[in-house]
């Protein structure tokens, strides 16, 4: 989907004006505010909310001391300070009054668990072009002072909007575009920066998306969780100014919310237009929300020279039992403390250790150390062991998020790519399905093509599940329109390893319209009989945003009965002349074949007809024939 439609200059969030100096008087001037929150974004946020609720679940559990992970586990977060000054050296932001910022950043975060540090020093860009900084400059920017990965902030003397406003900043979180910029004396007002980086970590005004017109969030709190900010311990806020908050932070205001209420908003919070120096706090949901975005989406943030990252020799089996082999991916940490399944205990303190573990899925928690700081991350779902041993149906209802219930969603390319869920929320004009089957309400899995690199792959991948049936095979809706859709592929995995394409690919759009009906394919398993495995749905992304590709009801149909053999005769068998015939002893019974290799690859499929099958194109080999007349199917082996 398209999350944001507008061009550079307009996609970036514009927010308000702010004081040039430290200490905020009483007669603080109005905030002009120009931040936009485009429909767009809304759509997104709210097609990922129930996988954010997963993380809160689990954010209010910590802050609860429920569960085994320790409350002072702390998401370390990589910052890149860009300095603009004038083209002499002159300006820009001092090095005393960064670290002052990052601080006061980091004091306003702590309750999200997450804590930002600084990456790779400072980069300093002497340049009177950008000393006058224009929203919509970033893309020039970036072009040769970005560090993929980790949040580039840019820090400039002076900032307006397309318009000629001063403003205050702004963030872009769109995709992996990692970008927050900042007017030098805002950064050090003790709020602003912390704004913007709510904005970065998916947090809306208090007053809710639109600037100009009145919130409809309603006082006693009864769509809270829909209006406004959609975060219900904020009470609803009419838009604060200077003009309606006095100088000891007390709201003055005499607004009334539909239903004649008048407003209690909270002057202290950091995401309102209240006085800079009023706003000291988020709001307890506030953080769960900021933490459940870093971990849904954001956690792929790492700095390039010292970081926690991870590497294993293999994370997931059908076995009882599965022996890891760790690395730590730091070059320059010194020590290590590895909790390799979240317990609060510490298991290992050697760089690259080895456990084995049991059956059940596990968490990670990796803290490095080097001369001079430690910084924490958490893999949630990391480690996945055991087997499903029921036939494999899910149709995602009871879906929070896509690394649940033993699936595993991987931006394989590390490019921002990846499978999320959706509860069937219209989605952007121009690609993704409007609706799931039957029902806008429910839920499907979709690849993501906003803001990510054209040939990025993202993998989803199934539990294991066992093949107990011969007459068995696995069926999924899928829906691919747009005009820059790219390619599906399904892959399965056994004890030797993945078999790619496991039936032809699906490229490019696969539907008419937006609204039509997810289609729905198959993989014969007859060649899996006996075997635990797992399915793989590999999205390479296409060219553009209008690329989006859905999948749903994923089940294993078990066909019991099978065609009689005395309906059909297969000759000559082994093939003779690369010529075999099928012929069907009831006419009237129209059926379909196909042609596979021992491992499940389809290379003939076609409509059983009087004239021969041309195997000229097979190697020499055993194959499986199957034989179906869409209610149930016959499988034969022959020989070329």
């Known amino acids: 989907m398209n999350i944001f439609t507008y061009k550079a200059n307009v996609l970036v969030s514009l927010l308000f004006l702010s004081m040039t100096h430290f200490g905020i008087s009483q007669n603080e001037t109005p905030t002009n505010c120009g931040q936009i929150t485009s429909p767009q974004t809304l759509t ?43 083209s002499d050296g002159s300006g820009g932001l001092s090095t005393g009054s960064l670290n002052h910022a990052i601080d006061n950043l980091n004091l306003s975060f702590e309750n999200a668990y997450l804590e930002f540090f600084l990456c790779d020093g400072i980069d300093y860009i002497d340049s009177d072009v950008f000393s006058d900084f224009r929203s919509g400059d970033e893309d020039a920017l970036k072009e040769t002072n970005y560090v993929p990965g980790v949040i580039n902030i840019y820090f400039v003397d002076n900032l307006t909007n397309a318009s000629e406003d001063a403003i205050c900043g702004y963030s872009d979180n769109t995709g992996r575009n990692d970008v927050v910029v900042m007017k030098t004396d805002c950064a050090i007002n003790g709020s602003s920066l912390a704004h913007e ?26 769509n809270c969780d829909t209006d406004g900010d959609g975060i219900c311990d904020t009470p609803a806020d009419p838009r ?36 800079k120096n009023c706003r000291t706090v988020f709001s307890n949901q506030q953080s769960a929300r900021m933490y459940a975005y870093y971990m849904a989406v954001k956690n792929y943030l790492a700095c390039p020279s010292f970081n926690a990252n991870i590497a294993v020799n293999e994370s997931e089996t059908c076995e009882a039992s599965l022996t890891v082999n760790f690395e730590s991916l730091s070059e320059n940490a010194t020590n290590w403390q590895w909790d390799i399944d979240a317990d609060g205990v510490i298991d290992y ?44 149906f899910e149709d995602f209802e009871d879906f929070e998020m896509t690394g649940k219930h033993g699936w595993s969603a991987i931006d394989t390319s590390g490019k921002g790519y990846n499978w999320l869920a959706s509860k ?46 011969e007459n068995s095979e696995l069926e999924f809706g899928y829906h691919m329109f747009g005009k820059r859709i790219g390619e599906l592929h399904i892959d399965l995995k056994t004890e030797d390893g993945y078999i790619n394409d496991i039936i032809p690919a699906l490229v490019g759009g696969q539907q008419q319209n937006q609204d039509d009906d997810f289609l729905t394919t198959s993989v014969n398993l007859s060649a899996y ?30 066909i019991y009965t099978a065609i009689t053999d005395d309906l059909y005769t297969v000759y000559p068998n082994p093939a003779k002349d690369n010529i075999i015939y099928i012929k069907n002893k009831d006419p009237k019974n129209i059926s379909t074949f196909s042609v596979m290799n021992l491992m499940g690859q389809e290379f003939l499929r076609g409509t059983i007809t009087n004239r021969p099958i041309d195997v000229s194109s097979l190697s020499s080999g055993t194959y499986l024939l199957t034989i179906s007349d869409g209610k149930s199917r016959i499988l034969k082996k022959i020989i070329k």
């Open 529 to 558: 009989t006996g075997q635990n495995v797992k399915i793989r749905f590999r999205a390479v992304r296409g060219s553009g945003w209008d690329g989006d590709i859905a999948i749903d009801n994923i089940s294993v149909n078990i």
């Open 349 to 392: 303190t050697t760089q690259n250790p080895t456990h084995t573990y049991e059956t059940g899925i596990y968490d990670v928690i990796l803290t490095v150390t080097n001369d001079s700081k430690s910084i924490t991350r958490q893999f949630i779902n990391y480690i996945k062991v055991g087997s499903e041993i029921e036939p494999l």
């Open 424 to 469: 069937g929320l219209i989605h952007s004009k121009g690609t993704g399905p409007k609706q799931k089957s039957g029902s806008v309400s429910n839920t499907y899995i979709f690849a993501e093509a906003s803001g990510v690199e054209a040939g990025a792959v993202a993998e989803f991948i199934s539990p294991c599940f066992y093949v107990e049936f």
């Open 44 to 86: 997104f946020y709210n097609s990922i909310k129930s996988q954010l609720a997963t993380y809160e679940q689990d954010f209010s559990n910590y802050k609860m001391k429920k569960g085994p992970v320790p409350a002072n586990i702390i998401n370390a977060v990589p910052i890149k300070a860009h300095i603009i000054r004038n």
């Open 197 to 222: 980086m709510g904005h970065f970590f998916s947090l809306l005004h208090t007053h809710g998306p639109s600037n100009n017109t009145l919130t409809t969030e309603l006082v006693n709190g009864s």
């Open 240 to 275: 604060l100014t200077a003009s309606n908050v006095d100088s000891s932070c007390n709201y003055i205001g005499d607004a009334v919310d539909a239903n004649g209420d008048a407003f209690m908003p909270d002057t202290n919070n950091i995401m309102s237009y209240s006085r």
